[in-house]
Each structure stands twice: as C-alpha cells, then as structure tokens.
C-alpha cells in the first residue's frame, strides 16, 4: 500500500496510476466514503494518459483513523503535503461534496505552478449551514439528525443514506443498483466513526466564500439540479458567481451521486473541459 506521514503523525493512504509524465489528476472524495469512490474516473483517465492521484482522507478509508485534525485547513493542508511529496505540477483537482470544499480550499492556497484547473462535484462551497447571512441554507437541526443517527447506529445509517436520497434511489422510477449502495456502506464503514461524526460539523459550517473568490484557475462547477443532500441553489449557483473563471454545468434530475450513477457522461465533460 502506498502511504504518506504527515507533520502530525498520521498516515495516509493514497491511490497513484498511470505513467508518471502524464498530467496530474487529484481526486478528493466525499464524506464518509474514500478514494475508491473515484475507481470509475481514475481508470477512465489513466486510460486516455493522465496520471490520476486519489487519498483517503484523514480518518476515512485505509488512513489512519485519528481523532484529530478534522477541520478543512487541516485536510487541504494534507493534500498539500500529498502534492509536495509526489512533486505533483500543473494538476487538476477533482473533488465532489466535501471533496469538493477540500479541494476548494487547497486549490485557493496551492503553490504556483501546482494547479492547472479544478471540478467541483455537487460539492459543498459556498456553505451549507443556515446563518443570518445564508437564510437559505440547510438548519442546524438536520446535521444534527446526522450526528444523532450516526452515534445511534452507524451501519443502518450508511445503509439508509445511499439506498434514498444520495443516488436518488428514492424517486419514483428510479434504477436502484444494490452493488452502489453496498459498495458505499463498504466504504463507510472502513473509516473512523470519531472522524465522521466530527467531520459533519465540517461539511455544514465551514464557509468558503473567500476560497472561491481567491481562486484564479479555471473552474467547472458540476451539479444535479436533483441533489437532495447539496441542494443547488444554496450551493453551485452561489459558487460559480464568487469564482473568477468559473463555470456551471447542471445535469437535469440527478443525484448528488451523479458521478458514480452517470459516469460515461460525466467523464466525457471532464474530459473535455480539461482538454480544452
């Protein structure tokens, strides 16, 4: 296994294919899942030539399952080692929900010369959390029924949030794939309950309206106008008018899990957008 420490200690895991001239992709996963939630588009890319990088993220996956550092500099910060030590130049990030906020943030941050462009995939900037300055954001209550039902019971929780609303599994008609939804429980539950448990206050209350204001490469803001978990409104049609070159692609009736649920679709836009 291919693994990295970082300053604090903590061993992280790591996923690095394909010829190592190839430009950099770097995948960032969503919570609580890991980086094989990208084996799709990583096997897709490494196909057409690129190098494609995913990490499970602290506490998450096959990383050490720590009990500190859960707050989104402290993730950014990782990736930022992970890049360093991988010497990684002139790469794209790719990062859906908090994957996307983490690569938000390390993006806003990188050295020069790192970066080439960014995907954000349903992912969570600006912010989630219902404030006085974001009156449509999700209550506080909501992630707190997250907490709850995670602490409760961890495994029918990560059964009951794929199988409904993160592929949309609970919509009329829908193509259910027992395979998803298992492989996502599989995923889950390799992780940290600490990790995740704190890692929800990350997802819901860190505000990145200045990460996204500081980013300067080109960036494809990717959404399902279906997203039942990162609604659009509060999230991609916010964030595509903070970036400076910035772009949204809606997909009409998908998931928050459109990626995985549509692959050849979305992998035919990433393409092309990293191409261009």
């Not at 690129?50 to 990383?63: E, K, N, T």
């Not at 790192?114 to 969570?124: C, E, F, S």
Request: hydrophobic residues 40%; charged residues 20%.
């Amino acid at each position: 296994m291919s693994t990295f420490t970082t300053t604090d200690g903590t061993e992280i895991f790591y996923k690095d294919w394909g010829p190592r001239d190839g430009q950099p992709i770097f995948f960032h996963h969503g919570w609580p899942l890991s980086s094989d939630d990208w084996d799709n588009q990583m096997l897709f890319f490494a196909s057409k030539g690129y190098r494609v990088i995913a990490h499970d993220r602290r506490g998450h996956g096959r990383s050490a399952q720590t009990d500190v550092g859960h707050d989104m500099d402290t993730y950014a910060a990782d990736v930022a080692a992970l890049v360093k030590e991988l010497d990684l130049q002139n790469a794209v990030h790719i990062g859906h929900s908090t994957g996307g906020g983490e690569a938000a943030r390390y993006v806003a941050r990188a050295e020069p010369g790192r970066v080439a462009k960014a995907a954000l995939l349903g992912a969570i900037p600006p912010l989630m959390l219902q404030t006085d300055a974001n009156p449509d954001g999700i209550p506080k209550e909501v992630f707190d029924g997250f907490r709850s039902a995670l602490a409760a019971n961890r495994a029918q929780f990560y059964l009951d949030v794929p199988s409904g609303p993160f592929f949309g599994f609970n919509r009329e008609g829908a193509e259910v794939s027992q395979g998803q939804i298992q492989n996502w429980w599989r995923q889950g539950m390799m992780g940290s309950a600490s990790a995740h448990y704190q890692c929800i206050e990350v997802f819901s209350e860190t505000d990145q309206t200045e990460d996204l204001k500081a980013i300067d490469v080109p960036v494809l803001v990717m959404h399902g106008s279906d997203d039942q978990v990162v609604p659009i409104s509060n999230s991609a049609e916010k964030a595509v008018k903070l970036l400076k070159n910035g772009t949204l692609k809606v997909y009409d009736g998908l998931s928050h899990g459109f990626f995985a649920t549509h692959p050849d679709v979305v992998n035919t836009d990433l393409l092309g957008f990293i191409e261009a």
